[in-house]
């Protein structure tokens, strides 16, 4: 069965660099759902996308931004990259936005930024 | 706002030993509840959910019982294999919010 797909899924960039991930839904679902994993962390919530809308904005910082396009695949887009915010950032996708949807996670992209 | 609080580790167990992780959190309304398995270098499986209280979720041998009165979700396993080697996490959705919220984790090892 179709997956997630991330891209890229590792990512270097030096200081106040931008960088972009990507991210492509499993077929048919229209919600995804951004989070960011620190080392030795648990994953928390950026943002979330439902039908091209933005739904719910969580701890992220005003130097990212994000978007889901009309093919439903979304994009993470980072600037001024600090060295904090060197982690592992996971899309999770859902087909719908209810409580009862299951989030499916991809694979991840690790940004390091040094 | 929710949380959820999780069992430090880490964990390590024998091979075939009894194996529990606990996980309480706090929520407002229902919230279903998750355990999440991040196995070394790979993203986020869900390994069970529990949707509303009393509701047992169980997946490759793995079981945990959703218990309102105790706002509990803990993570058992009869008999855990080296392969079970992973991160754990608990997790919940609720409310308005879809989003879902993570316990810190359990390093759990097992070893031969």
């Known amino acids: 069965a179709a997956g997630v797909i991330q891209s890229p899924r590792h990512l270097i960039k030096e200081k106040r660099e931008t960088a972009t991930l990507k991210c492509y839904p499993i077929p048919r679902h229209d919600t995804v759902y951004w989070y960011q994993q620190g080392p030795g962390q648990d994953p928390q919530f950026l943002i979330s996308?439902?039908?091209?809308?933005?739904?719910d904005k969580g701890s992220i910082p005003d130097r990212f931004s994000a978007q889901q396009f009309s093919d439903y695949h979304s994009e993470l887009n980072m600037s001024s990259l600090e060295l904090g915010d060197s982690a592992l950032y996971f899309c999770?996708?859902?087909?719908?936005?209810?409580?009862?949807?299951?989030?499916?996670f991809g694979p991840g992209t690790r940004l390091t930024v040094t | 706002g929710n949380s959820v609080t999780q069992m430090e580790g880490p964990v390590t167990l024998s091979e075939e030993a009894f194996l529990t992780i606990n996980c309480t959190y706090t929520a407002t309304g229902y919230p279903s509840l998750f355990w999440y398995v991040q196995y070394p270098g790979e993203g986020l499986q869900l390994l069970l959910k529990?949707?509303?209280?009393?509701d047992k979720g169980s997946n490759k041998g793995f079981e945990a019982t959703y218990r309102k009165e105790t706002t509990s979700f803990h993570l058992e396993k009869g008999s855990v294999q080296v392969s079970d080697s992973a991160v754990y996490f608990c997790?919940?959705?609720?409310?308005?919010?879809?989003?879902?919220?993570f316990g810190k984790g359990t390093l759990l090892t097992v070893n031969p």
């Open positions: 997790a919940l959705r609720g409310g308005s919010n879809y989003k879902l919220t």
């Open positions: 996308f439902y039908e091209k809308m933005q739904s």
């Open positions: 529990a949707t509303k209280a009393d």
């Open positions: 999770a996708s859902s087909l719908g936005q209810g409580g009862t949807y299951e989030q499916y």
